[in-house]
């Protein structure tokens, strides 16, 4: 029997279908709750204030940078949402004098222009514009990273997926969007051989690297946090880190300020990872099957569930 439909997008798979009492008890779970989620593979961190929060997003950086070596180099996959912690990587590495030239870095995405190719560093919403300004353009001349272990996605996704072969991912950071993914692994359209069931955790996670029609909760929140509202700039389309890659990080590292996903879907796969409820529906939930995964919470985004009418 095929599984509800979606009550935000019909013509798609979302958290809207799965059972409704993983979602009453994700809505019922307080900050304690949440708190003792935590289980060998998943660790659930706290932080009082956002000063503590980004700089421990930013120290997972220098941690993995300076381990880097030329006979082991390591690198990490970093997000662009959050942002915030970027300027104090740079800080960091400045301040601390930290070599730079055996490291790696990832970008999680880009958006796809209607030519078919990544968006150009010129387009206002491009991910490696972001990185580099927030980042890697503060850093010292002489402390950078070089260029060739500076790894961005592109449409023609063999150079990306190669560069993951013999360097370490030590951490692959994220945030968590409100359709509840990390990068912009979405859950699919309805249709075809998903029209009555989501893929299966293992079909999924057997993706890589590679373009994705987005989710139109995905353009609406992109809209929101990074343009204005203006739905009409944001691109359908993105190249965007797979769980293929994915598993090759030894650590997923999931931050979450309280801006970008809200109460609910915070719980919601926090419970699920904790549980090891894996469903393609709420992408995220597949991150139970991962061997080390950690959710960072500041305390004062958390929110509450319960009913306010404002």
Known sequence: MPRKLSTIAPDWWDYTTIDEEIIRDAAALSERDLEQLSR???????????????????????????????????????????????????????????????????????????DGKEVPVTHPLSFERADRELLFNRIE?????????????????????????????????????????????????????????????????????????????TLAQNARTSG????TMVPQQAITVGPAETWQAEKVSIWQAGTHDNPFGQRLTALMISKGIADAAVPMSLLADHPGVQFNYFRGGLGSCAIEMH
């Open 228 to 231: 204005g509202g203006n739905i």
């Open 40 to 114: 060998p593979g998943f660790d659930v961190r706290m932080y009082d204030t956002l000063e503590d929060f980004y700089l421990a997003e930013a120290l997972e950086y220098i941690d993995s940078w300076k381990r880097s070596t030329p006979d082991n180099p390591i690198g990490i996959c970093g997000p662009i949402g959050p942002t915030e912690q970027l300027p104090l990587v740079a800080r960091l590495v400045n301040e601390l004098e930290l070599d730079l030239s055996n490291a790696h870095f990832w970008g999680m995405d880009e958006w796809l222009g209607d």
């Open 141 to 217: 001349d002489k402390l950078k990273i070089p260029e060739s272990n500076l790894h961005f996605p592109a449409a023609e996704v063999s150079h990306y997926r190669a560069s993951w072969e013999g360097v370490r991912c030590a951490v692959m950071q994220g945030g968590q969007g409100d359709i509840k993914h990390w990068a912009f692994n979405d859950p699919p359209r309805r249709e075809g051989a998903h029209a009555d069931a989501p893929p299966t955790p293992e079909e999924y996670r057997r993706l890589g690297t590679r373009v994705v029609e987005l989710h139109p909760i």
